[in-house]
């Protein structure tokens, strides 16, 4: 795995930029340079995304008062392990998100048969 802290740095402002007001045009061409800048490309992330050693798991878990646990199941609820373009894998960083509020709230997630995420108590 490349340096755990570089892959967090790299998230850090990935996130800011999957956060702001921006088309999803607008957030690639934001990103990429991140990416080029730290010499990695989206398979580096999506093959490590999931790494609950990740400081950016402990940070992000904080923030939305969910366990490491919680917040790590949230990024794969998102499906930011799976994502094929870097469009996609902003839209599963900011839906990560969403699930963390839902995971705290007692909810637990269950994919239907097209792979929609559905929610259930």
């Known amino acids: 795995m490349t340096d755990a802290n570089t892959i967090t740095a790299v998230l850090i402002e990935l996130d800011g930029i999957a956060n702001a007001p921006m088309t999803g045009f607008q957030r690639v061409v934001r990103a990429q340079p991140v990416l080029s800048a730290h010499g990695l490309r989206l398979s580096d992330l999506t093959s490590v995304i999931l790494h609950p050693d990740l400081p950016w798991h402990r940070s992000k878990s904080m923030i939305?008062?969910?366990t490491?646990?919680?917040w790590v199941d949230a990024v794969r609820i998102a499906g930011a392990d799976g994502?094929?373009?870097l469009e996609a894998f902003l839209a599963a960083i900011h839906r990560a998100e969403s699930?963390?509020?839902m995971l705290r709230a007692g909810y637990r997630a269950s994919r239907d048969g097209s792979?929609?995420?559905g929610w259930s108590r």
């Open 68 to 70: 490491t646990e919680q």
């Open 115 to 117: 792979g929609e995420i």
């Open 83 to 85: 994502c094929d373009s």
């Open 64 to 66: 939305f008062g969910v």
């Open 99 to 101: 699930a963390a509020a």
